[in-house]
Nanobody
Framework: QVQLVESGGGLVQPGGSLRLSCAASGSIYATGWYRQAPGKQRELVVLTTSDDRTNYADSVKGRFTISRDNAKNTVTLQMNSLKPEDTAVYYC??????????????WGQGTQVSVSS
């Protein structure tokens, strides 16, 4: 079992920046962030694997940057040039694989990001 603890988030004006962090209690393979806005489905923001394959949603490319510390099992999302449409609850995600190739998914508790003037 892996636990994910998130920090960061809050209220920021359009064009501002925020940083989200997530710490995992164990070794993980892929990690990243999803978000869910009111009335919408949860969507991928960015996902990165331990072998450095990274996939950003088109809506955040060039504005958001994910960084990962494999030794500490932490991941950080730097969000710049924030827009009102980035407002959502952001969830840290991670998975791990066992020796049989089975994948286990884990989620953080979610943190609110609000972009408003």
């Amino acid at each position: 079992q892996v636990q994910l603890v998130e920090s960061g988030g809050g209220l920021v004006q359009p064009g501002g920046s925020l940083r989200l962090s997530c710490a995992a209690s164990g070794s993980i393979y892929a990690t990243g962030w999803y978000r869910q806005a009111p009335g919408k489905q949860r969507e991928l923001v960015v996902l990165t694997t331990s072998d450095d394959r990274t996939n950003y949603a088109d809506s955040v490319k060039g504005r958001f940057t994910i960084s990962r510390d494999n030794a500490k099992n932490t991941v950080t999302l730097q969000m710049n040039s924030l827009k009102p449409e980035d407002t959502a609850v952001y969830y840290c995600y991670a998975n791990r694989r066992d020796g049989l190739g089975r994948v286990y998914d884990y989620w953080g508790q979610g943190t609110q990001v609000s972009v408003s003037s």
